[in-house]
T-cell receptor, first 115, second 114 residues
C-alpha cells in the first residue's frame, strides 16, 4: 500500500508565477490536509478537504491560494503569483476518517523555492 | 483555541539512555487526540505514537511511550535506549474534536551523542 505521494519534491518558481502542488492520498483515504512549514518552525494548518469538498480553509491565505480535491485524481494546492514569502515546505497528509481519533499519514513534502 | 506547547527547543542525550520530551496542551474539549511525529533532517514526517483522551492506559510503540497525565494536560514522549538515528526534530500535535486539523507544537530538536 503506497503512502501519501506528493509531487514535485522540489519546485522552483520566479516571483509572479503559479505553483501547483499535487497530493495523492493513501488508498482508501478520503480526508486530505495541507500544512505549511517555514524554516525552523512547526507545521501550520492550511486547509482540510474531503472528496470534492473544502471542509475547513481557515488556515489558508484568502488571496492567491486555493485547494481542491476532485472526485478523480489528486488533491491540488495552487498558489498564484508567488512571492518570496511563499517559500516553504508544503506537506500533505491523509486519513481514512475524521480526526481526532485517527493518525495522519504525511507525504514527503514539496519544497517550494521562490526566486 | 487549543494550544500546544513544547518548552524544550533542544535536547541532548547519550546513546542508550532514555530521554523525555515535554508537551503540554490546553483545551476544554473532553474528546481529543495527542500525537507525536518525528522529522529527520531529510524532512519527512514520521508518525510515532497516538494517545486518545479516553484511553485508560499510556500508549506504547516499541521504544516509544507516551506519559499521558490528563489532569496536568501533559503528553510527554519517552524514548528508551536512544539510538543515533533518533536524532531529529520531534513534534507534538493535538487533534481537535471538530476533526479539522492537527495543531502542532514548535518542536524539540533531539541530538543523540555517541
Amino acid at each position: 500500500n503506497a503512502g501519501v505521494m506528493q509531487n514535485p519534491r522540489h519546485l522552483v518558481r520566479r516571483r509572479g508565477q503559479e505553483a501547483r502542488l499535487r497530493c495523492s492520498p493513501m488508498k482508501g483515504h478520503s480526508h486530505v490536509y495541507w500544512y505549511r512549514q517555514l524554516p525552523e518552525e512547526g507545521l501550520k494548518f492550511m486547509v482540510y478537504l474531503q472528496k470534492e469538498n473544502i471542509i475547513d480553509e481557515s488556515g489558508m491565505p484568502k488571496e492567491r491560494f486555493s485547494a481542491e480535491f476532485p472526485k478523480e485524481g489528486p488533491s491540488i494546492l495552487r498558489i498564484q503569483q508567488v512571492v518570496r514569502g511563499d517559500s516553504a515546505a508544503y506537506f500533505c497528509a491523509s486519513s481514512p476518517r475524521r480526526l481526532p481519533n485517527e493518525k495522519l499519514f504525511f507525504g514527503s513534502g514539496t519544497q517550494l523555492s521562490v526566486l | 483555541a487549543q494550544k500546544i506547547t513544547q518548552t524544550q527547543p533542544g535536547m541532548f542525550v547519550q546513546e542508550k539512555e532514555a530521554v523525555t520530551l515535554d508537551c503540554t496542551y490546553d483545551t476544554s474539549d473532553p474528546s481529543y487526540g495527542l500525537f507525536w511525529y518525528k522529522q529527520p533532517s531529510s524532512g519527512e514526517m514520521i508518525f510515532l505514537i497516538y494517545q486518545g483522551s479516553y484511553d485508560q492506559q499510556n500508549a506504547t510503540e516499541g521504544r516509544y511511550s507516551l506519559n499521558f497525565q490528563k489532569a496536568r494536560k501533559s503528553a510527554n514522549l519517552v524514548i528508551s535506549a536512544s539510538q543515533l538515528g533518533d536524532s531529529a526534530m520531534y513534534f507534538c500535535a493535538f487533534g481537535e474534536t471538530s476533526g479539522s486539523r492537527l495543531t502542532f507544537g514548535e518542536g524539540t530538536q533531539l541530538t543523540v551523542n555517541p
